[in-house]
Structures are given as C-alpha cells and as structure tokens.
C-alpha cells in the first residue's frame, strides 16, 4: 500500500449566505478543490499527493484556503487560476508562493 507524500487540505466549510462571515465554499473551495484533484490526476501524480475536503481551517476572511502538510504550506485567496502553479511550485518543489501565503 502506497502512502501518500503530501496531503492538500481544501477548506470547503459552508455558512449560511446570510452569516456575517465568509465561508471558503461560498468563494470557490470546492471547485479549488475539485480542480487540484483533476490536474492531479491528470498528472498521474494523484497516488502520491492527495487532495482532502477540510472543514473550517480558521482563516475565513481570506478565503478559500488551503494547508499543505508536511510541508504547513497556508495559502489564502487561492483562485482556479492558481491551481497549476501550486502544483508546480508548491507540492512538486516545495516553494512558498508569496502572494498567496497566510503566514507571511
């Protein structure tokens, strides 16, 4: 049985549209999501990153999120267009990119 080197946690937390607070569902994670596990299979490379649904990462305000472990990698305000950049840079390379990095 393979294990996987990294895991990608996309938060895909859902509050009410009415909640005084934005949720990363309500700004794309799912599709954020949905799109990294597709280029990742895509890739053949699906086996040894694996991409996982995450309930409130506590970053709401900056969402969508999304944390690479082991790495701790946090991104925020993460777009379908930066999907295949943080495949490349961020899972295969193990960069930091700096535009979308919570802990800077």
């Known amino acids: 049985m393979q294990f996987p080197e990294k895991h990608i946690f996309v938060c895909v937390h859902q509050r009410d ?6 949720s990363c569902a309500n700004s794309g994670g799912g ?3 949905a799109r990294l ?3 990742l299979l895509e890739k053949g ?3 040894t990153y694996r991409v996982n649904t995450a309930g409130c990462l506590g970053k709401c ?5 999304l944390v690479i472990y082991p790495a701790g990698i946090w ?3 993460v777009t379908l267009n930066d999907v295949d950049e943080i495949i ?3 899972i295969l ?12």
């Open 61 to 65: 305000g900056c969402g969508p999120t």
């Open 88 to 90: 490349k840079k961020s």
């Open 45 to 47: 490379l699906h086996k």
């Open 37 to 39: 596990k597709e280029r």
């Open 17 to 22: 549209a009415n909640a005084p607070q934005a």
């Open 75 to 77: 991104y925020g305000r």
């Open 31 to 33: 599709e954020i999501r």
């Open 93 to 104: 390379d193990n960069e930091v990119i700096e535009r979308l990095d919570l802990k800077k």
